[in-house]
């Protein structure tokens, strides 16, 4: 042992001027917050990235759908199948789209005029946004929800559901038959 190495003072000096390894104790401090900021980013990416094909999805449908005058149901099944494509590499399993058809009537009040859900029953009264509240009007909405369940953060936040929504008009006729017989 070497002399003085006894003395308090001494090692206390020697102590306070160690810094072999600081760095590594420093690392241990901030690592766990480097890992938390990775995954919340690659979590959050990844629901923007999803959030941003409902909103494809929901405008793409809608918008096939407004162009034709009659719609059989195997070729609404085929416009709405066609979401697996929009929304991959995600599942398509977590995907409920639902398009409806939307008249007013002289007094601009809304009501379901047909629908692809079976909650949406023709005569339902539903709201539409001010700017859409014309007298006589025919809209298709087009609504498409996906069920995220995050990889890492699902037991913290649970399934979340995003949805987004689209209004348009029929291009071919002032409404679309559907479900079309002899279309």
Not at 30 to 52: K, N, Q, W
Not at 114 to 130: A, K
Request: with cysteine; aromatic share 6%; charged share 10%.
């Amino acid at each position: 042992m070497r002399p003085g190495l006894l003395d308090p003072h001494l090692r206390a000096a020697c102590f306070g001027g160690d810094q072999r390894a600081m760095a590594a104790t420093e690392f241990a401090l901030v690592l766990p917050l480097m890992v938390a900021l990775l995954l919340g980013g690659i979590e959050v990416s990844d629901a923007v990235s999803l959030g941003r094909k409902v909103t494809l999805t929901a405008h793409t449908v809608t918008d096939l759908v407004t162009q034709n005058s009659c719609l059989s149901t195997s070729e609404m099944n085929t416009i709405i199948g066609a979401t697996s494509a929009i929304v991959a590499p995600y599942s398509n399993a977590n995907l409920t789209m639902t398009v409806s058809e939307i008249d007013t009537n002289a007094n601009s009040n809304a009501t379901i005029g047909w629908s692809t859900s079976s909650t949406l029953t023709p005569g339902t009264v539903v709201t539409l946004p001010s700017a859409l509240q014309q007298p006589n009007a025919h809209y298709i909405w087009g609504v498409a929800t996906y069920s995220y369940q995050p990889t890492l953060g699902y037991k913290l936040t649970g399934t979340i559901n995003i949805t987004d929504q689209m209004y348009l008009s029929p291009r071919l006729s002032p409404t679309i038959m559907y479900p079309g017989t002899g279309c």
